[in-house]
């Protein structure tokens, strides 16, 4: 099941979030969840040859690398 979190953004953003998912008949949160699969896909791209996964005690911590 989802989990519900609450984010606070500035009047301007939330105005024009608002105004694309009027035009493109979705819902708020439909578009905000698009927006961040998208934007973690391309952190994935970016970043993640920099990045490791180790696991401390039941935690996963992402490390970065400083592989250039």
Request: glycine share 2%.
């Given at each position: 099941?989802?989990?519900?979190v609450?984010v606070?953004?500035?009047p301007g ?18 578009l ?23 696991t ?13």
């Open positions: 099941m989802p989990k519900k609450l606070a953004l500035p953003l939330l105005e024009q979030i608002d105004f694309v998912a009027q035009v493109e008949h979705r819902t708020r949160s439909d905000i969840r698009e927006a961040l699969r998208r934007y973690i896909e391309n952190f994935k791209r970016t970043q993640s040859p920099q990045m490791s996964v180790s401390v005690g039941n935690q996963k911590v992402a490390l970065l690398t400083d592989n250039e």
